[in-house]
């Protein structure tokens, strides 16, 4: 092979026979392709001329790992192939020793690409914990997790990536510097005019910052635009797909009626290729509802795994990556034990006319499974749209990191719709952890004051670290409680960027007679150390209103011009639309068609009279191998919320009368001078704030400083 002389070197020293032409290749590939090239020594000139090639290995699906694919970057758009693709006409650059093997022993053909993307609406991130592998995230429909052959290749692709995104025009405010524009003209005509020096210079600054506003607002339009055009091009792939997909899964459930004794290896190689190429173009979708994911060696497999729309990928590949264990959650509480006894609210006030107040311990039958500390948990169920939000601030666009913060924080309230039974008051010290790989999140959460009630929490996320505490201020009035929450909740990106915010007013309606419900009003401000703030309001729920729930939004710049709007229900959904810079306050005109920013996930398929959803179901699970890595204050082994998820009602209300006077004795242990464990008052902010080392422990499973607060129950469950 002719020794190339484009400017790129090889960096891996092994044997691939430089000496003579291979007879495999073409010609035109045999003057182009030396070696694998540095990631130190590509030239942006080359990359863009020629584009680059060559074998990573992607993510499928948990059944089938990693799986090589033959990918190409050329003209700002990656593809990817089962088999080759037409880099021999681009003169494209071979990376790595894998792709070289794979590319002469191929039979080169033209085949269609499964996948394109843009990477103008790209952003490209390395993991950190493993430095081979990175992802390509399209900020809304699609990710690509991907695995170099080396570090060195993994760092060609990225190198490649950011300097082909470094030709299109960022989403930042355009320099007023940059705007060139002759005002010599305009300045002749105004100094025949008698106009001073000093005020044709001020109006050719006025004209230039103008026009910079113009173009940069022109050129985020153009960019929303072209998102989701992808967007829509991404979901029209998938549905041909999913149509090829039901057709061919037709004929295999005729094939297999009318040949029964069909080896069942070839029907196994067969779904295993179909799940393949399903996944092959599988996108995340902003919905990410929550179904199941069991695998089932059977066509019923293939539906599940063909309706999922990849939640848990992201999780599979943290469980093989980082050594987590396969952990399948489940998808329904526990069948009851007894049979739940009916109860009267006037028959609980009879029985109690007289009694101390402060003893009296309404039955767990008003409680759900849950307690207030795993209720903090709830509220990040759609997480994902912080991690949306991470990657659109790392792209420039500050107005959809702060669309998609305001979708989240209007999301934790969609858990509360249905939802009637209250969740057990968490004990002085108790505490609850989430490890969740699949969502990328770490959580901690404890009750940290007896009187007032607060709880802190704490959250790290992709990117991202979320934390607050709250303290509820209630007011009964005869019929329905207001709940009014106190404190503040903060996000913080990696990159610096900080917002905060606190909850609207909850009312709770029917509590004598008709059936229960809460409604959510008010008015929540997010603002932050950014150039965008927002406000929603919350409408409240009356006699004549025939949508209930409604959100309304909007965001805007420190300048107090709207930029963007919003509305929905805090239950269903929420879109937003751009609107017109040149607009002034109210009267701004949206300049683009409504988007759908969030909308809530399914509810669960095995309902109970809790009305938990999928996510909800699985926060006091057990999983296998837990237990012994649990504090013994973590809420899932409390013994009355355990005995009700099973439906051992009798002994659910004894253990919770016994801890609720076990727990009577909470304040004068706070009075003593009990100080919270994880989380400690910060002196400026007034918050509580985590300190700390949980994590740590748990890895080493070193509880001895952690009280049981729970013992003393004759039977645990």
Same mark, same amino acid.
């Given at each position: 092979?002719?020794?190339? %002389?484009?400017? $790129?070197?090889?960096?891996?020293?092994?044997?691939?026979?430089?000496?003579?032409?291979?007879?495999?290749?073409?010609?035109?590939?045999?003057? %182009?392709?030396?070696?694998?090239?540095?990631?130190?020594?590509?030239?942006?000139?080359?990359?863009?001329?020629?584009?680059?090639?060559?074998?990573?290995?992607?993510?499928?699906?948990?059944?089938?790992?990693?799986?090589?694919?033959?990918?190409?970057?050329?003209?700002?758009?990656?593809?990817?192939?089962?088999?080759?693709?037409?880099?021999?006409?681009?003169?494209?650059?071979?990376?790595?020793?894998?792709?070289?093997?794979?590319?002469?022993?191929?039979?080169?053909?033209?085949?269609?690409?499964?996948?394109?993307?843009?990477?103008?609406?790209?952003?490209?991130?390395?993991?950190?914990?493993?430095?081979?592998?990175?992802?390509?995230?399209?900020?809304?429909?699609?990710?690509?997790?991907?695995?170099?052959?080396?570090?060195?290749?993994?760092?060609?692709?990225?190198?490649?990536?950011?300097?082909?995104?470094?030709?299109?025009?960022?989403?930042?405010?355009?320099?007023?510097?940059?705007?060139?524009?002759?005002?010599?003209?305009?300045?002749?005509?105004?100094?025949?005019?008698?106009?001073?020096?000093?005020?044709?210079?001020?109006?050719?600054?006025?004209?230039?910052?103008?026009?910079?506003?113009?173009?940069?607002?022109?050129?985020?339009?153009?960019?929303?635009?072209?998102?989701?055009?992808?967007?829509?091009?991404?979901? /029209?792939?998938?549905?041909?797909?999913?149509?090829?997909?039901?057709?061919?899964?037709?004929?295999?459930?005729?094939? /297999?009626?009318?040949?029964?004794?069909?080896?069942?290896?070839?029907?196994?190689?067969?779904?295993?290729?179909?799940?393949?190429?399903?996944?092959?173009?599988?996108?995340?979708?902003?919905?990410?509802?929550?179904?199941?994911?069991?695998?089932?060696?059977?066509?019923?497999?293939?539906?599940?795994?063909?309706?999922?729309?990849?939640?848990?990928?992201?999780?599979?590949?943290?469980?093989?990556?980082?050594?987590?264990?396969?952990?399948?959650?489940?998808?329904?509480?526990?069948?009851?034990?007894?049979?739940?006894?009916?109860?009267?609210?006037?028959?609980?006030?009879?029985?109690?006319?007289?009694?101390?107040?402060?003893?009296?311990?309404?039955?767990? %039958?008003?409680?759900?499974?849950?307690?207030?500390?795993?209720?903090?948990?709830?509220?990040?169920?759609?997480?994902?749209?912080?991690?949306?939000?991470?990657?659109?601030?790392?792209?420039?666009?500050?107005?959809?990191?702060?669309?998609?913060?305001?979708?989240?924080?209007?999301?934790?309230?969609?858990?509360?719709?249905?939802?009637?039974?209250?969740?057990?008051?968490? /004990?002085?010290?108790?505490?609850?952890?989430?490890?969740?790989?699949?969502?990328?999140?770490? $959580?901690?959460?404890?009750?940290?004051?007896?009187?007032?009630?607060?709880?802190?929490?704490?959250?790290?996320?992709?990117?991202?670290?979320?934390?607050?505490?709250?303290?509820?201020?209630?007011?009964?009035?005869?019929?329905?409680?207001?709940?009014?929450?106190?404190?503040?909740?903060?996000?913080?990106?990696?990159?610096?960027?900080?917002?905060?915010?606190?909850?609207? %007013?909850?009312?709770?309606?029917?509590?004598?007679?008709?059936?229960?419900?809460?409604?959510?009003?008010?008015?929540?401000?997010?603002?932050?150390?950014?150039?965008?703030?927002?406000?929603?309001?919350?409408?409240?729920?009356?006699?004549?209103?025939?949508?209930?729930?409604?959100?309304?939004?909007?965001?805007?710049?420190?300048?107090?011009?709207?930029?963007?709007?919003?509305?929905?229900?805090?239950?269903?959904?929420?879109?937003?639309?751009?609107?017109?810079?040149?607009?002034?306050?109210?009267?701004?005109?949206?300049?683009?068609?409504?988007?759908?920013?969030?909308?809530?996930?399914?509810?669960?398929?095995?309902?109970?009279?809790?009305?938990?959803?999928?996510?909800?179901?699985?926060?006091?699970?057990?999983?296998?191998?837990?237990?012994?890595?649990?504090?013994?204050?973590?809420?899932?082994?409390?013994?009355?919320?355990?005995?009700?998820?099973?439906?051992?009602?009798?002994?659910?209300?004894?253990?919770?009368?016994?801890?609720?006077?076990?727990?009577?004795?909470?304040?004068?242990?706070?009075?003593?001078?009990?100080?919270?464990?994880? $989380?400690?008052?910060?002196?400026?902010?007034?918050?509580?704030?985590?300190?700390?080392?949980?994590?740590?422990?748990?890895?080493?499973?070193?509880?001895?400083?952690?009280?049981?607060?729970?013992?003393?129950?004759?039977?645990?469950?």
């Amino acid at each position: 092979m002719a020794t190339s %002389t484009t400017p $790129f070197r090889s960096h891996h020293s092994f044997n691939h026979r430089s000496s003579t032409s291979s007879p495999s290749l073409p010609r035109l590939v045999q003057r %182009t392709v030396s070696a694998p090239f540095s990631h130190r020594d590509f030239k942006l000139n080359a990359i863009v001329g020629n584009g680059i090639c060559g074998l990573l290995y992607k993510w499928v699906n948990y059944g089938r790992g990693w799986r090589p694919r033959w990918f190409t970057l050329h003209h700002g758009v990656l593809s990817y192939y089962k088999v080759q693709g037409p880099h021999i006409q681009t003169h494209s650059k071979i990376i790595g020793k894998q792709s070289f093997r794979r590319f002469s022993a191929a039979h080169h053909g033209h085949p269609k690409p499964l996948i394109q993307l843009h990477l103008m609406v790209c952003s490209v991130e390395e993991s950190k914990s493993d430095e081979r592998r990175f992802c390509v995230y399209t900020g809304m429909k699609k990710r690509l997790y991907l695995r170099a052959e080396c570090k060195e290749d993994r760092a060609t692709w990225v190198e490649a990536m950011l300097a082909v995104k470094d030709m299109f025009p960022r989403l930042s405010n355009v320099p007023e510097e940059s705007v060139v524009i002759s005002t010599d003209r305009l300045r002749q005509l105004l100094l025949k005019e008698g106009v001073k020096e000093s005020i044709i210079k001020e109006s050719e600054d006025i004209m230039k910052s103008e026009l910079s506003r113009v173009i940069n607002h022109n050129n985020f339009l153009l960019m929303d635009t072209l998102h989701h055009l992808e967007t829509d091009k991404v979901d /029209l792939e998938n549905a041909l797909i999913e149509s090829q997909k039901q057709h061919s899964k037709d004929d295999v459930v005729s094939y /297999l009626s009318a040949h029964e004794n069909l080896s069942e290896a070839s029907a196994s190689d067969s779904r295993e290729e179909g799940c393949d190429e399903f996944f092959d173009t599988l996108s995340i979708s902003s919905d990410r509802s929550s179904e199941s994911h069991s695998q089932e060696s059977s066509l019923h497999s293939e539906n599940e795994e063909t309706s999922s729309n990849g939640k848990y990928e992201e999780w599979l590949i943290g469980c093989v990556e980082s050594n987590y264990p396969h952990v399948r959650r489940r998808t329904k509480l526990p069948d009851p034990v007894e049979k739940e006894a009916g109860i009267s609210l006037w028959s609980i006030i009879k029985d109690n006319i007289g009694k101390d107040l402060t003893k009296v311990c309404l039955p767990v %039958t008003f409680n759900e499974p849950l307690s207030s500390l795993q209720k903090c948990f709830e509220d990040l169920e759609y997480s994902y749209l912080l991690d949306q939000a991470y990657a659109w601030g790392k792209m420039g666009n500050s107005v959809m990191r702060m669309l998609h913060v305001a979708a989240f924080a209007v999301s934790g309230y969609a858990c509360t719709h249905g939802r009637s039974c209250k969740p057990f008051n968490p /004990l002085l010290g108790e505490t609850y952890e989430a490890d969740y790989p699949d969502k990328g999140l770490r $959580f901690i959460s404890e009750k940290v004051s007896h009187h007032p009630m607060i709880v802190a929490c704490h959250c790290e996320g992709r990117g991202w670290k979320f934390w607050g505490d709250s303290n509820l201020k209630s007011k009964f009035w005869g019929r329905s409680i207001q709940v009014d929450p106190v404190g503040v909740l903060t996000l913080k990106f990696d990159d610096g960027e900080v917002f905060q915010w606190s909850k609207v %007013t909850t009312a709770i309606y029917n509590l004598i007679l008709g059936k229960l419900y809460c409604d959510h009003y008010g008015t929540m401000r997010i603002e932050g150390n950014g150039e965008y703030s927002c406000k929603l309001k919350f409408k409240e729920q009356s006699i004549i209103e025939k949508t209930p729930h409604k959100v309304q939004g909007v965001v805007e710049d420190n300048k107090g011009r709207t930029v963007a709007t919003l509305h929905g229900k805090w239950d269903e959904s929420l879109r937003y639309a751009i609107v017109d810079s040149s607009g002034k306050g109210k009267g701004s005109n949206v300049s683009s068609k409504e988007h759908q920013l969030w909308k809530k996930s399914n509810p669960s398929e095995y309902q109970t009279r809790y009305n938990f959803t999928q996510f909800a179901t699985t926060l006091n699970e057990i999983t296998p191998g837990l237990r012994e890595k649990l504090p013994p204050t973590d809420s899932r082994l409390r013994p009355d919320q355990r005995y009700l998820e099973n439906g051992e009602y009798e002994k659910a209300n004894a253990e919770k009368l016994r801890l609720e006077q076990k727990q009577r004795q909470a304040s004068k242990m706070q009075e003593q001078g009990w100080k919270p464990k994880w $989380f400690a008052m910060d002196k400026e902010s007034h918050t509580y704030c985590y300190v700390g080392g949980y994590w740590e422990a748990r890895e080493k499973e070193k509880w001895e400083a952690c009280h049981d607060i729970f013992a003393n129950s004759s039977t645990t469950p």
